[in-house]
C-alpha cells in the first residue's frame, strides 16, 4: 500500500504488565481479539488516513518523538499492521468479502454477545434478567404497552439497574395472548452504508429464535424507497439490537411470543458538520414517513424501541482530559435537559441540542432516538430511569437511560 488507511477501529488505552498500552476493538468484527499497540506504533497508525506515504510516516515520527527510524523499520510496521488486518488493504478486504459472503449465506443472525455481554446458559441468563426486574423499584405503570420505548445498550453488567428498571416497566405493561411487533431502531457503531438498514434474518438467543416479521420487513422497505433492504450486513456484528432480546424475552415469556423488524441506524454526524436537520436528507424523510405509517396500520400490536446509549465521554472516547465527578456531573445535567426535550417529543429540539454542542458528549443513541421521536410523531414521554457508567482510574464514563412513550 502506498498511502496506507487505517480501518475504523475503537481505540481503548490500557494497562499491560505495567505498561501503557493501547488496544483496538474492531466494533465490526473481523477482529476477533483486541489488537494492542505501543504508543509510539499507535501513533504511526493514526496517521494512516490514505493521504500519507511511509516516508511521510517517518518524517512524522522523528518529529514527534525525537528517534531516528529507518523506512524499512516503518515497512516492517506497516506489513504487521496490514497482516493484524488494522489497515484497509488488499489482505483485509479479501479476508472480509469471505466473512461477508458466509454471514449472507446464513437464514439466522447468530449471537455474538452470549458468553462476553451476558450469560449463554438460559438458565442462568432468565435468573439474572428476572433479578434484575425483581429489584426495579419504580411503582409506574400504564393499562397498554407503549408506542415506544428507549433503553440502552451497553453492556447488561454495567446498565443492569437502567435495564431492570426499563423492562420491569415493560412487563407491568404487558397483556396475555399478545404477540406484539417491536420495531427496535439500534445505533450502529460499524460501517454501514445508508441511513438504515433492515434484515431478511431471524435472530437466534440463549431462549431459542426471535423471529423477524420478514412481510412487514419487505413493505417497509418499499415504502421507504430503499434498495432491497439496505445494508444488511451493518447487521452481521452489531450489539446494540442483539442486547435487548434476551429482556424482550423474559418480559413477553418466550422468545417465541413477539416478532421484530430489526434496524440498524447509521451516525448522524454529517449532518451535525453540516449544521442540517437529518429530515431534511430525502431518505432519512423517507424512512421517517414509512415508520409514521406501519405506526398507523399496526396500532396496538406495535412498539418502538430505540435501543441508545447517551454520552460517552473521557479518555477512552478521545477526549484530552479524563473525566472526573466534576464533569460527570455537568455532563448528567445536559443529558437531563436534552431528555427533556425528548419527552417533549420534539426530535428536531432533541437534534438542535446535540447539534448546537456540535455532539461533543459523543451521543451515540442520538440517531435512534431521533428516528423513535419523528415516527411517534410528537408523543409525550417521561424518564424511567437514568444512570451512568463510570472509571475513576481510566478517566472515562457512558450515560444512558431508559423513557417511556405512552399510548
Not at 429482556?247 to 441506524?265: D, K, M, Y
Not at 436537520?277 to 418502538?304: C, N, T
Amino acid at each position: 500500500m502506498e498511502y496506507p488507511k487505517i480501518r475504523r477501529l475503537e481505540p481503548i488505552p490500557i494497562n499491560q504488565q505495567g505498561k501503557e498500552m493501547i488496544a483496538l476493538r474492531d466494533p465490526e468484527g473481523y477482529l476477533r481479539d483486541l489488537a494492542v499497540l505501543s504508543p509510539p506504533i499507535f501513533y504511526l497508525a493514526s496517521l494512516c488516513d490514505g493521504t500519507r506515504s511511509a516516508r511521510d510516516l517517518q518524517t512524522a515520527y522523528v518529529r514527534r518523538f525525537g528517534d531516528l527510524i529507518t523506512l524499512d523499520q516503518i515497512e516492517a510496521i506497516l506489513n504487521k499492521l496490514d497482516e493484524q488486518l488494522i489497515l484497509d488493504g488488499p489482505r483485509f478486504r479479501k479476508i472480509k468479502q469471505q466473512f461477508d459472503e458466509e454471514y449472507l449465506r446464513l437464514p439466522n443472525r447468530p449471537m455474538i454477545l452470549a458468553g462476553r455481554n451476558y450469560h449463554h446458559d438460559p438458565r442462568v441468563l432468565v435468573r439474572q434478567i428476572r433479578e434484575l426486574l425483581e429489584r426495579a423499584e419504580g411503582k409506574e405503570r400504564d393499562d397498554d404497552l407503549p408506542l415506544g420505548l428507549i433503553a440502552p445498550h451497553i453492556d447488561m453488567e454495567r446498565g443492569g439497574r437502567c435495564y431492570g428498571e426499563t423492562y420491569a416497566y415493560l412487563a407491568k405493561c404487558v397483556k396475555e395472548r399478545l404477540k406484539p411487533l417491536v420495531v427496535i431502531l439500534g445505533t450502529c457503531h460499524g460501517e454501514m452504508n445508508g441511513y438504515f438498514a433492515l434484515t431478511s434474518k431471524h435472530y437466534l438467543t440463549p431462549f431459542g429464535l426471535v423471529e423477524t416479521d420478514l412481510e412487514v420487513t419487505r413493505q417497509l422497505a418499499e415504502a421507504a424507497g430503499m434498495e432491497g433492504l439496505g445494508d444488511e450486513l451493518s447487521h452481521r456484528n452489531e450489539h446494540s439490537i442483539e442486547i435487548q432480546l434476551p429482556f424482550l424475552a423474559v418480559v413477553f415469556g418466550g422468545a417465541e411470543n413477539f416478532r421484530i423488524i430489526p434496524i440498524t441506524c447509521n451516525s448522524f454526524h454529517g449532518f451535525i458538520e453540516k449544521k442540517e436537520l437529518p429530515s431534511s436528507d430525502e431518505s432519512v424523510s423517507r424512512f421517517i414517513h414509512a415508520l409514521q405509517g406501519l405506526k398507523s396500520a399496526m396500532g396496538d400490536e406495535m412498539i418502538f424501541l430505540a435501543a441508545a446509549d447517551l454520552a460517552h465521554v473521557g479518555v477512552r472516547f478521545g477526549s484530552l482530559l479524563p473525566t472526573d465527578a466534576l464533569i460527570l456531573t455537568s455532563v448528567s445535567v445536559k443529558d437531563k435537559e436534552m431528555l427533556s426535550l425528548a419527552a417533549s417529543g420534539e426530535g428536531e429540539e432533541f437534534y438542535s441540542y446535540i447539534m448546537r454542542e456540535e455532539d461533543n458528549r459523543h451521543i451515540c443513541g442520538l440517531p435512534p432516538i431521533y428516528t423513535l421521536l419523528k415516527a411517534l410523531g410528537g408523543s409525550p414521554g417521561r424518564l424511567i430511569h437514568y444512570d451512568h457508567w463510570f472509571d475513576p482510574r481510566e478517566g472515562s464514563a457512558v450515560t444512558f437511560a431508559g423513557m417511556t412513550f405512552p399510548r
